[in-house]
């Protein structure tokens, strides 16, 4: 049985062949970290996290970076807002905090590798300066750019002429380029004070009046690196020139990946995906899901309202390549899936493991169900991960699973461990559930209550309690919590 995939890059349902027979090599586009997590970034991650497991399941390798950019002007505009940070990486590690807690709360599957850009300065330097010694970029004014008319398949990707693409980057960059399309690699000095006050609120004091961000010294001189490159420099470093699978939101195809095949391209000389796939966007009330608008969930916030099994439900139910609509509505067909889904999973382990489960007791029509789910299954996955359908045939199952506990006294002992052995692989191994119990559930509470502790401790320590903070500290390090003090305040880690 043959996966399929759609792939942006040439528009058509491909059959899936990795360079490796036995492995894959895939990257995400992950987060820039510049405020909490929403649901519209967990769209991404769950996904992905999907098909992580089903390569898997099919017995390949899979090798996944996920990458945190942690150098950009929107991260620099946080700078001095209530308890986020001094400079730029402290907002930064603020947010990486919660997307880690967000990620494994929702019961993601583990990347190999989490690179950041701050960390990863030479390996971009390095890839710039391939770019403008094979004359695909050029220095000006201290900064570096790619020239897209040097690409010959420059657009490719997003199937746009550069003679009529729209300018890219800032107003300040024009006079310093060759052709209007063409993108910073390199951005000459830090980020310029107009450019930290188009992303701060107008309406929350800071503390630090004009923030420039992060530098590092280049052979073009003090700098940052432009957003795109980043992400090539990064792909390269943790899985070779060339990759499987590259997944990304919708909005990402222009410019974004399409400057990444470029620079890629034209460094290296080989392709740099083979596939493109692109999660469609989740939208609230006709308009992307964004921080910048307004109009999101968080996903810490969903998970305390509706609980982590219901949020991965409602992002599963539509499948990765169909955009999502978030309403109210349709988070309450998620929890009803759910709680369908999981008490059935309850009812068949509990006939299973009850005494009525008999050896000589027999239902075709329960075994056929379990096979019938196997198989539909399979095809929804292998057609280009196709979740929703995936889902209803775990439904089926269920539905199958009370159909036999109602109908009988005497209950089909290897018709339910085939079910139950179904449920578990396909709906806890590939889809991610955490049947029989709460994802993220005990652990969130158990943050919770730390933390109360800690503010607690805090208050007495600047009432001048001193003993009694200490005392407090060392109870919670008795429950083997080692908490940690810092300038930014107490940080803690669970046993």
Known sequence: MTLFVTNTLTGEREPFEPGDPDSVLLYYCGLTVSDFAHLGHARGWIHTDVMHRWLEHLGYDVHHVENFTDVNEKITARVGEDDLGD?????????????????????????????????????????????????????????????????????KLSNQRVEEMEAQGEGDER???????????????????????EHRDPDTEYAVSHPSGQTWDSPWGEGRPGWHIECSAMSMEHLGETIDIHVGGQDLVFPHHENEIAQSEAATGHQFARYWLHVRLLETEGEKMSSSLGNYSTVR???????????????????????QTFSDETLNEAVERWDRLSDGYDRAVEALDGPDARTKVEDDELRQAVTETREEFADAMNDDFNTRRALAALLDLVTAVNRHADAHEEYDYDGLKSAVETFEELGGDVLGFSLGGEAGGDVRLAEDLVELVLDLREGERDAGNYDRADALRDDLQALGVDVQDSDSGPSFKLP
């Open 87 to 155: 400079d730029e990486a402290d907002v930064a590690r603020t947010f990486i905090t919660q997307v880690i807690r967000d990620m494994r709360d929702l019961n993601l599957k583990r990347a190999d590798v989490y690179p950041r850009v701050s960390e990863h300065l030479p390996e971009i330097t390095d890839l710039i300066e391939t770019l403008v010694e094979k004359g695909y970029a050029y220095e000006s004014n201290g900064s570096v750019y790619f020239d897209v008319t040097t690409f010959e398949d420059y657009g």
């Open 175 to 197: 006079g310093e380029k060759r052709h209007p399309g063409d993108f910073a690699l390199w951005k000459a000095d830090g980020v310029s004070e107009g450019a930290v006050e």
């Open 301 to 323: 916030g969903a998970i305390s309202e509706i609980g982590a099994n219901a949020v991965r439900m409602f992002l599963l139910s539509t499948s990765y390549a169909n955009r």
